[in-house]
């Protein structure tokens, strides 16, 4: 029988992703690339026959951008985004995901010198159930069993958790390079308590250096230059100089970037406080979440313990310095924002995949670990209803639910004798049906001859790996009208993914 190799922990980033392994007798650590590294950039470039990922990719970003793909995070789940190429081959997210998957894996396979095929993958708290099922579908292509996807903030806590044995209430502000999460929870005795959890999937660093970029390219407009933005070429360039830019106003007050237009060379300066004044609308939409998870946890600042900051954006000088004047308080020191999650997620692996866990769960939000966790639902779930002649969205589970969890709510027949309903599951807070997500519909039957306004019970549970199931039941003749497990229809279907998944085997990836 083969051996069962390790199975290892990956943060799969928008902008830099990691592996980590956590050896039974030893400490969870990073595992190096083959570039020698522990953080690999998230990018993938197509050259003819030839994949190639990480920091070789991400240097040809400026030279050829019209073949990098980057950022693909943002796009999970998304079923009308491809990436198209220079030859016009189009590759959805869950595709390139799985490429970047693939040679982490095989990175690692190299660095241990054993077999990897069990993995855990972090996604941020706040995607929703589609980007879930898209992570995983990833994993799958990419020729993985996906033991589980953990949240981040809570991959987070775990590895301090462990580093530190810290107990009481944790806040865990997580702005990454193209999400951006908050997350209450409570540690107490061995157990993970997720209180509540809010985000935006479209807010991180990606958005700060887009702040930075139209800031210089303005200045480049005053000199008389070009538009950097209108050719593919001079914004990759600025885009790969506004970055380098901000890393450095972490260090020191100001740095300059160069840009060269039509044989011309442009130089704009930038002070910390110039980007801190341009991308202050950023910032002030982390602080409002942040703001709005207390209340929903029903905290306050001074109920906080240990605030962590995770995520490669949280190095911006601006961030601590807004924590600790709205907090009253400094965030936990020690914590590698670039490291913690990817520990965690270990942590979390090598436990799983020791309890030899089923081959392909549906996307989860809790799993196996040293530490109980117990966590929520980032989303509201409910159906589509008619109201006063309206449809409209209405609740049957709010969002911050403790999973698993089982709701019902009753609903009303509209016409006498009505023949079936069409159950539109949803996913959102919102009323009006433009702000939420549809998830899946069915039509259901009803019982025939019920009169106006017979009573009809929703039933809807989330169980503990994020499966959603619905069952209706008429009331008046205390009968059920069927039970479902609720469809994807965002997400790839089998026969796809088994068709990328032999695709993507047959590639070279360097």
């Not at 980033?13 to 007798?25: K, L, M, N, Q, R």
């Not at 040679?103 to 396979?109: L, P």
């Not at 996906?146 to 810290?166: C, F, K, Q, S, W």
């Not at 929870?185 to 509540?196: H, I, N, P, Q, T």
Request: glycine fraction near 8%; include cysteine.
């Amino acid at each position: 029988m083969a051996p069962r190799g390790m199975a290892v922990g990956i943060d799969l980033g928008t902008t830099y992703s990691a592996v980590a392994v956590a050896p039974p007798e030893d400490r969870p650590h990073l595992v190096i690339n083959r570039e020698g590294e522990t953080l690999t950039p998230s990018v993938v470039l197509f050259s003819d026959d030839q994949v190639l990922v990480g920091s070789t990719a991400r240097r040809s970003a400026a030279t050829m951008p019209a073949d990098c793909a980057q950022f693909v995070k943002r796009h999970m789940g998304d079923p009308n985004w491809r990436f198209v190429d220079s030859r016009g081959q189009e590759y959805r997210a869950e595709e390139v995901s799985a490429l970047l998957l693939r040679r982490m894996v095989e990175d690692a396979e190299m660095s241990l010198g054993e077999p990897v095929r069990d993995v855990v993958i972090t996604v941020p708290a706040y995607f929703d159930d589609a980007r879930r099922r898209a992570t995983l579908d990833a994993g799958e292509i990419a020729g993985l069993r996906v033991l589980r996807l953990i949240n981040e903030p809570t991959a987070a806590a775990i590895a301090y958790g462990l580093d530190t044995r810290a107990e009481g209430t944790f806040l865990v502000y997580d702005l990454g390079g193209g999400t951006f999460d908050v997350t209450v929870m409570r540690s107490r005795r061995g157990e993970l308590e997720v209180l509540a959890t809010d985000g935006d999937r479209n807010l991180g660093g990606f958005d700060f250096d887009n702040a930075l970029m139209r800031y210089v390219a303005d200045r480049v407009l005053d000199q008389g230059g070009p538009d950097l933005h209108d050719v593919l070429v001079l914004e990759a360039d600025l885009r790969e100089k506004c970055e380098l830019a901000k890393r450095q106003l972490t260090r020191v007050d100001r740095a300059s970037v160069f840009i060269s237009a039509g044989g011309t060379h442009y130089r704009v300066e930038v002070t910390r406080s110039e980007f801190e004044r341009v991308t202050r609308p950023l910032l002030d939409r982390t602080e409002v979440t942040a703001t709005g998870v207390l209340e929903d946890a029903g905290l306050t600042w001074a109920d906080v313990d240990h605030i962590l900051l995770v995520g490669g954006s949280t190095r911006m000088r601006m961030v601590p310095a807004m924590i600790e004047r709205i907090a009253g308080k400094r965030p936990v020191t020690g914590v590698n924002p670039d490291e913690a999650v990817a520990l965690g997620a270990a942590v979390v692996a090598e436990a799983a995949s020791a309890a030899a866990l089923p081959e392909t769960p549906e996307s989860g939000v809790t799993a196996v670990s040293p530490v109980k966790i117990k966590d929520v639902t980032s989303h509201a779930l409910g159906i589509v209803a008619l109201e006063r002649g309206t449809r409209v969205n209405t609740v049957v589970i709010p969002r911050n639910t403790r999973i698993p969890a089982k709701h019902e709510r009753i609903y009303y027949t509209v016409e006498n004798n009505q023949r079936a309903i069409e159950a539109e599951i949803t996913e959102g807070d919102d009323e009006d049906l433009a702000y939420v997500t549809v998830l899946g519909t069915r039509p259901i039957m009803l019982t025939p001859g019920l009169p106006l306004n017979s009573p009809l019970k929703i039933v809807m549970s989330y169980d503990i790996d994020g499966v959603i199931h619905v069952e209706v039941i008429d009331m008046t003749n205390q009968k059920s009208l069927g039970e479902f497990e609720l469809d994807r229809p965002y997400n790839l279907d089998r026969d796809q993914v088994h068709e990328m998944r032999t695709q993507i085997a047959s590639r070279e990836v360097q």
